[in-house]
């Protein structure tokens, strides 16, 4: 069955440390990745697709399919990161829905 | 430029009771989405749309139904509302359905007692 998995519900860092945000997905077929996240008190937005292969607001996320991972990095987190991610798959058979993870909260300390 | 708009965005209501969630977009998208989210767990997808007068059931259907009448608005009803139904919902849409780049509303939290 398709899955994404996010297996840290909350991840804390200090104020210029790496971040690492962790998803790995089960898919038979090519899957498509993304990552959404959800500031406070705004509304889910798509922060970056695997196929971009682009870094936004410093995160960048390689596709792994060895490992069957789409992990998120940035070298020197920031406050302004703290909020909630997403990783999310299109299922490629399926009309391009999304299975999503149950996301990671960041909390990045001063 | 609005994108989209959730309605209400939070709501009690007691069992057995029904009640209509609207969401409503500007962008002239074709796809609209309706998931809900529940404590740790992913957005799942509860029902979708793929264009004016379509709608085909998504992840967890069960105990809602939904309308597509205008391009531009997608209904989401429950008819009986049950305690399980307490969730936040959130509509999203796109402007295709390769392109997986939703715009979501800002989210309907729904309560059942």
């Known amino acids: 069955a398709q899955r994404v998995t996010q297996p840290e519900k909350l991840l804390s860092v200090f104020k210029g440390a790496p971040v690492e945000l962790k998803c790995n997905y089960s898919?038979?077929?090519?899957?498509?990745l993304f990552w959404y996240v959800q500031y406070s008190r705004q509304r889910l937005q798509l922060l970056l697709r695997?196929?971009?292969?682009?870094s936004i607001k410093g995160f960048t996320a390689d596709l792994n399919k060895g490992e069957t991972s789409f992990h998120l990095k940035k070298p020197f987190a920031q406050e302004e990161d703290s909020a909630m991610y997403y990783c999310?798959?299109?299922?490629?058979?399926?009309?391009?829905?999304?299975?999503w993870g149950a996301g990671t909260k960041l909390i990045i300390k001063p | 430029n609005a994108g989209v708009t959730q309605t209400p965005k939070f709501r009690v209501l007691k069992t057995g009771q029904s009640m209509t969630l609207l969401c409503a977009q500007d962008m002239n998208h074709e796809y609209m989405y309706w998931y809900r989210q529940d404590p740790g767990m992913g957005l799942r997808l509860i029902h979708y749309s793929v264009g004016e007068g379509t709608t085909a059931k998504g992840e967890v259907p069960d105990g809602y139904n939904v309308s597509r009448l205008k391009k531009q608005n997608f209904l989401l009803g429950l008819e009986s509302a049950a305690p399980s139904q307490t969730s936040v919902y959130f509509c999203a849409s796109s402007y295709s359905d390769r392109v997986v780049a939703y715009t979501f509303g800002s989210g309907t939290r729904l309560t059942v007692v």
């Open positions: 898919y038979s077929g090519s899957p498509e």
């Open positions: 999310a798959l299109s299922r490629m058979d399926s009309n391009y829905q999304l299975i």
């Open positions: 695997h196929i971009s292969r682009e």
